[in-house]
């Protein structure tokens, strides 16, 4: 009998066969590895039990008084696929048992068979569906990760693009996607990918730009011993991992001319050499590809091939630029705020209103990975519950960016423009400093005053203005700022 500490871990087991000793002879040597066996002489009975409890696997007898074991397994399969069968079936009924096995049972044992041909066949069986198990909750896992919903974002344009990745995932059609560096493209790719048919194989991202064209092409087509210096041995390359799966090329407009040539033909043929190798290699992968260049314009220059390129724009998919989904700033902002606290173990509360503000003006030109630095930076360095424009501006030049697309046109806008600035940037940046100073100089307004370089009287004004007259008036707008 094989060793116990082989053994996969104790599965619920059916033991369905009209003999009485068949039944002994499968619960006690199953029993004695640490397995729940229960045993049935009919099928009918066995069946309602099933319904009931359900079971990891059934060992069962294709010839039964009250009804064709067939019709069990054809049943079990149907109401929970998962369930693994054994037929254990007599001398001159193979046959029946090869039949079983194209209906779905996982193996067969003739009668009279050994304890350890049982022992070994019930946990492959029981072995092959835990791996089962476990490929499914990685999917799940896989799909959770990149379902759209953490795809943050509610914009109309990015609505559209989730109907058409929906409509094209399950396809096996090229898929382009455009869009400026730092939009989340491989977002996008990966979110395809599991949601396509091909999402229990591998997902496999190359970036053209980091690779010389000759360590690309070794990358890309693998390559056998000896075939430049350096190959000390065989190497897979991707189009041999990618098999199955989805390639996902990223920065495609950086590859080299000879390259481009390369991957077309793969790409209408299915087939390659690694290099140095005399073997045509055969693969069955999904590309999906992406720039954040024209294609078209680099086509029309020359630079890329106008083949190449109308393989790969089958399906073209724009991803917006953050400034262009401006109204998805505050969700991304406050979802990368969360991911960063607790991250690190921190307690923000959010951002004050103009700090918002600030960021939804702003362009983003390095987009949502810009906006996701910046937030991280901010969770690192803020001491505060709040983050206002005053910790915005320290780590961000967002005046930098403010009227640069919307200059005014007329002197009502111009000075409506200045009004803006002053409630958005002065203003606060005055309270503070105001804060500031008192706070040095213990609430003292004369002391404050000399302190900061100013006449008491004018310092007085100041506070006026902002309703600071005490020092528990400083209190109750630190309050305020912080319950934003």
């Known amino acids: 009998m094989p060793d116990t500490d082989t053994c996969t871990l104790p599965g619920n087991i059916v033991v369905i066969d009209d003999e009485e000793s068949i039944c002994l002879g499968c619960k006690l040597p199953l029993t004695d590895l640490g397995h729940s066996v229960v045993t049935f002489q009919k099928g009918g009975t066995a069946l309602e039990a099933f319904q009931q409890n359900g079971y990891d696997l059934i060992l069962l007898d294709l010839?039964?008084?009250?009804?064709?074991?067939?019709?069990?397994?054809?049943?079990?399969?149907?109401?929970?696929?998962?369930?693994?069968?054994?037929?254990?079936?007599?001398?001159?009924?193979?046959?029946?048992?090869?039949?079983?096995?194209?209906?779905?049972?996982?193996?067969?044992?003739?009668?009279p068979f050994s304890t350890d041909e049982l022992v070994l066949s019930v946990e492959r069986a029981l072995a092959s569906k835990r791996l089962s198990e476990e490929n499914q909750t990685l999917r799940k896992q896989l799909y959770e990760k990149f379902d759209f919903s953490n795809i943050v974002g509610e914009n109309s344009a990015l609505i559209e693009i989730f109907k058409n990745i929906r409509k094209a995932a399950p396809t096996n059609s090229t898929i382009l996607l455009d869009g400026e560096s730092g939009t989340g493209k491989e977002l996008f790719a990966k979110a395809i990918h599991v949601h396509s048919r091909r999402s229990g194989h591998q997902f496999v991202a190359v970036d053209c730009s980091t690779f010389?064209?000759?360590?690309?092409?070794?990358?890309?087509f693998g390559h056998v011993k000896g075939a430049f210096t350096g190959a000390v041995k065989?190497?897979?390359?991707?189009?041999?991992?990618?098999?199955g799966g989805t390639l996902f090329l990223d920065e495609v407009a950086n590859l080299s001319q000879g390259v481009q040539g390369k991957i077309l033909r793969v790409m209408e043929s299915r087939q390659y050499k690694p290099v140095g190798g005399d073997a045509v290699e055969s693969t069955d992968m999904r590309i999906v590809a992406a720039t954040n260049r024209n294609l078209k314009k680099m086509v029309g220059n020359g630079e890329f091939r106008n083949d190449l390129y109308y393989r790969l724009n089958v399906l073209p998919i724009h991803i917006p630029p953050l400034r262009d989904r401006r109204d998805d700033i505050p969700k991304l902002?406050?979802?990368?705020?969360?991911?960063?606290?607790?991250?690190?173990?921190?307690?923000?509360?959010?951002?004050?209103?103009?700090?918002?503000?600030?960021?939804?003006?702003?362009?983003?030109?390095?987009?949502?990975?810009?906006?996701k630095n910046v937030v991280e930076r901010l969770v690192i360095m803020c001491d505060d519950n709040v983050l206002d424009h005053c910790h915005?501006?320290?780590?961000?030049?967002?005046?930098?960016?403010?009227?640069?697309?919307?200059?005014?046109?007329?002197?009502?806008?111009?000075?409506?423009?200045?009004?803006?600035?002053?409630?958005?940037?002065?203003?606060?940046?005055?309270?503070?400093?105001?804060?500031?100073?008192?706070?040095?100089?213990?609430?003292?307004?004369?002391?404050?005053?000399?302190?900061?370089?100013?006449q008491r009287s004018n310092f007085s004004a100041l506070m006026k203005k902002h309703g600071l007259s005490t020092r528990v008036d400083g209190l109750e707008q630190?309050?305020?700022?912080?319950?934003r």
């Not at 961000?396 to 958005?424: C, F, M, W, Y």
Request: aromatic share 8%; net charge positive; with cysteine.
């Open 63 to 111: 010839k039964l008084p009250d009804m064709d074991g067939m019709e069990i397994l054809a049943r079990v399969r149907q109401e929970k696929p998962n369930t693994k069968i054994i037929i254990m079936t007599g001398y001159g009924s193979v046959e029946n048992a090869v039949s079983a096995m194209k209906l779905g049972a996982f193996d067969f044992l003739s009668k």
């Open 212 to 220: 010389s064209a000759s360590l690309l092409e070794s990358e890309l």
């Open 333 to 371: 902002a406050y979802h990368f705020l969360r991911i960063f606290c607790k991250k690190m173990g921190r307690r923000i509360q959010g951002f004050s209103d103009d700090a918002l503000k600030s960021l939804i003006h702003y362009d983003w030109p390095g987009n949502v990975r810009q906006l």
């Open 478 to 483: 630190l309050k305020k700022v912080a319950a």
């Open 392 to 454: 915005l501006s320290g780590n961000l030049k967002v005046e930098s960016n403010q009227g640069q697309s919307t200059i005014p046109h007329t002197l009502g806008e111009l000075k409506a423009a200045k009004q803006d600035l002053l409630n958005r940037l002065y203003l606060p940046m005055e309270k503070s400093f105001l804060l500031q100073a008192l706070e040095r100089a213990a609430w003292n307004i004369t002391r404050a005053a000399g302190q900061v370089g100013m």
């Open 234 to 243: 065989h190497k897979s390359g991707i189009f041999e991992v990618a098999n």
